[in-house]
């Protein structure tokens, strides 16, 4: 069974902390992805990796950045964090035979 | 307006009960995806599917590419079956990006 890890399930930082979370997935998936969820709005994409120290921006990129260092690690990291990315993150990763996603347990993120 | 709309929002219904989700996109695919989240927790896909019908259990999924509508039936309807169940599409071109509908949220009373 693929398995998507997540650094932690609840964090809560301060206005202005960086602060980084860790996705690893151990099914030598060459895609990965994160999305924030929230209440009305659903799941949106932020950033999509389909190798190692590639990127792309998914509809949300704004405030973050990414870093995909090893092919089963892909971390999110919010350089300035703000109360409006309170939110649940969601880390995924994918194959290229098959579209399935995986999710990881999410990471649910408060900043005061 | 979405590309994935979801109906109902939000559905409750006693154990054993017959139970069906729907999806409509506005867009070309190359496959449709149910997911299930329980309270708390992360996302369980269920189905992926590009045509027909597939079933698992006592949960079907159909898709009707002509119409671009899906749904996800659960026959006798369970209390663990409690969840938000999200429809999701790769829309063409797209073989990674997956754009979400809001969820239905079910509820099954024992």
């Known amino acids: 069974d693929v398995k998507v890890t997540q650094s932690s399930r609840y964090l809560v930082k301060r206005t202005g902390e960086k602060v980084f979370l860790e996705c690893v997935q151990d099914?030598?998936?060459?895609?990965m992805f994160w999305y924030r969820q929230d209440p009305g709005l659903g799941l949106r994409l932020i950033y999509f990796?389909?190798?190692?120290?590639?990127?792309e921006k998914g509809d949300i990129p704004e405030g973050y950045s990414v870093s995909r260092e090893k092919k089963e690690r892909f971390s999110l990291i919010l350089e300035s964090a703000s109360t409006n990315q309170t939110s649940m993150y969601l880390c995924?990763?994918?194959?290229?035979?098959?579209?399935?996603?995986?999710f990881g347990p999410g990471t649910r993120l408060t900043v005061t | 307006k979405n590309e994935v709309e979801q109906s109902p929002q939000n559905l409750t219904a006693q154990e054993g009960e017959f139970i069906t989700i729907n999806c409509s996109y506005s867009?070309?695919?190359?496959?449709l995806h149910w997911l299930q989240q329980h309270p708390g927790g992360g996302i369980v896909s269920l189905f992926m599917?590009?045509?027909g019908k597939k079933k698992h259990g006592r949960l079907i999924a159909t898709i009707n590419i002509q119409e671009k509508h899906s749904s996800l039936h659960i026959t006798a309807s369970h209390p663990r079956d409690s969840a938000v169940y999200i429809c999701?599409?790769?829309?063409?071109?797209?073989?990674?990006?997956?754009?979400f509908g809001k969820g239905t949220l079910l509820t099954v009373n024992p």
């Open positions: 995924a990763s994918r194959g290229t035979v098959l579209y399935e996603q995986y």
């Open positions: 099914m030598d998936h060459e895609n």
């Open positions: 990796s389909y190798d190692v120290k590639m990127k």
């Open positions: 867009v070309g695919i190359s496959a």
């Open positions: 599917l590009s045509s």
């Open positions: 999701a599409v790769n829309s063409g071109g797209s073989n990674y990006k997956l754009t």
